[in-house]
């Protein structure tokens, strides 16, 4: 095998690999941030209407931080609309807090969210997932790059060296 084949082929490996580890990256962000995102902008908009909701249960997630599981609260408003917060509440705040009322804002499309909205550790994840796996993704795509320009510069030594 001569050194562009070998040039072409290690480029492409490390071009795979880079767009596996962006698309990771960014799906992991789109997946754990993304939504979060959208609750803030829904709680800071005071365009949308503000409901006096009733919580009315605690919900176990699935997010673990320092080895304590984090729950949402269930909360409802109106004629049987219900909502859920981010998990961001311990065992015993979350239990605390069920029969309390929770003021929410309401988006044109239903979606509720407390007017004092927390991001959760699952938007934290999303955030690093993202310079993380995406700043190796991109790496090995200019990597990736770079080996396809010394493919070039083979080529050219090679056409040069036969010319002579």
Aim: charged share 15%; with cysteine.
């Amino acid at each position: 095998m001569d050194k562009r084949k070998a040039f072409a082929i290690a480029a492409a490996c490390v071009a795979l690999f880079g767009l596996i580890f962006v698309a990771v990256g960014g799906g992991v962000f789109a997946g754990l941030a993304l939504p979060e995102m959208r609750d803030q902008n829904i709680a800071r908009n005071d365009a949308y209407s503000v409901e006096v909701a009733v919580i009315t249960r605690e919900v176990r997630s699935s997010t673990m931080v320092n080895g304590e599981w984090r729950y949402r609260l269930a909360f409802s408003w109106g004629d049987n609309l219900h909502g859920q917060t981010a998990p961001v509440y311990s065992h015993q705040q979350a239990v605390a807090l069920v029969g309390d009322v929770l003021i929410i804002r309401v988006n044109d499309s239903g979606r509720a969210v407390p007017v004092d909205f927390q991001t959760s550790a699952r938007s934290t994840v999303g955030w690093v997932f993202l310079p993380v796996f995406g700043g190796i993704g991109l790496v090995a795509l200019l990597v990736a790059g770079g080996l396809l320009i010394a493919r070039g510069k083979q080529e050219q030594d090679s056409l040069a060296w036969m010319s002579n």
